[in-house]
């Protein structure tokens, strides 16, 4: 049944109706410099200059669901230091024991590809990095939207490119608190790492470059809406949890090859081959070696 779970998965996201920008976010940073570039608000720009960045954030939280976007990276020929995010969390509500899961674009000093990083922490498991990174230059993703999807369920997270898993992570029991279990909000941003995000921070932003603008459109979310209705005293409770979303049991032998494919051609760093870093690898690690 798994293929067709996760076909499912992938179908429902495709013939989903994106959402407007009114009716499922809200600003976040930056006010003046997110911008819509169509009417209804389906394509959501948002820039990073020398005076701040900007962001935008999902009205309400959700328990397990599918979160998806098309998203177009700045083209500018210089973006050391610029970081383009589409990530959920729930830092401002939880802090110390957040839960997070990202897709981070890194920028590069010029010549070079963007750099794709994913990560994934459990009620505040910081010291405990789970990062990946990619050369994403199997197309130009500055010239075209491309999609991103992250697909979170009870035992499952997948991190689709383009509907092509690149990462899968399951829950086992080792993983105790570290899987991400609690509602969590949807992010996008657009901000100055100008002290770690290209090659550990040797290159930093420079204005002298910018603007530097990310489209966001098709924002689409299927899911788990948590109600934060007083009488259901916070507890998480499903408006609409589609089956996909429970019923996901990790993906098929096909998609696995494919995954692992993509992974032997561009994935340049995983914490699961990092013994300077993690002598013993962290307990998912043996899933996928
Ligand atoms: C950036 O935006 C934030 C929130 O909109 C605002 O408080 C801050 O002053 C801005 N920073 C600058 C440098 O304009
Ligand atoms: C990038 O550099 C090329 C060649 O130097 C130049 O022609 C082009 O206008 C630049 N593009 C941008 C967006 O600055
Ligand atoms: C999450 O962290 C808190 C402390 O921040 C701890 O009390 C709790 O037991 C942890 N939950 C799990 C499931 O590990
Ligand atoms: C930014 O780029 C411009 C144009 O290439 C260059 O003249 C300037 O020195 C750069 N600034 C920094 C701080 O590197």
Not at 227 to 242: E, I, R, V
Request: hydrophobic fraction near 30%; aromatic fraction near 14%; charge should be negative.
């Amino acid at each position: 049944m798994g293929l067709l779970l996760v076909s499912a998965s992938i179908r429902l996201t495709k013939n989903s109706t994106p959402l407007t920008f009114d009716e499922a976010f809200s600003r976040l940073y930056g006010d003046q410099n997110l911008m819509f570039l169509d009417e209804p608000g389906n394509c959501v720009q948002i820039s990073l200059d020398e005076h701040n960045g900007s962001g935008f954030k999902s009205q309400k939280p959700y328990l397990y669901s599918l979160f998806s976007a098309s998203i177009k990276l700045p083209a500018n020929n210089y973006t050391a230091g610029v970081v383009v995010t589409f990530y959920t969390s729930n830092n401002e509500a939880l802090g110390d024991s957040h839960d997070e899961l990202d897709f981070e674009f890194l920028g590069h000093a010029g010549g070079t590809n963007w750099v794709l990083q994913t990560n994934v922490y459990g009620n505040g498991s910081v010291s405990r990095g789970r990062e990946e990174r990619y050369d994403l230059n199997w197309f130009d993703p500055m010239e075209d939207f491309h999609r991103y999807s992250i697909l979170w369920t009870e035992n499952w997270i997948v991190f689709y490119v383009d509907d092509v898993a690149i990462r899968e992570v399951k829950r086992v029991d080792g993983m105790g608190g570290d899987y991400p279990s609690k509602p969590m909000n949807l992010y996008a941003t657009i901000w100055d790492g100008s002290g770690w995000a290209t090659q550990g921070g040797k290159y930093k932003v420079n204005y002298t470059y910018g603007p530097f603008s990310a489209q966001y459109s098709d924002l689409v979310i299927n899911g788990c809406s948590i109600s934060m209705d007083p009488t259901h005293q916070q507890q998480p409770y499903c408006l609409d949890a589609p089956r996909f979303v429970t019923d996901f049991n990790g993906l098929m032998p096909e998609e696995i090859q494919k995954m692992r494919d993509l992974r032997t051609k561009y994935m340049t760093y995983s914490y699961c081959h990092s013994p300077s870093r993690y002598p013993t690898p962290l307990p998912e690690c043996t899933i996928h070696p």
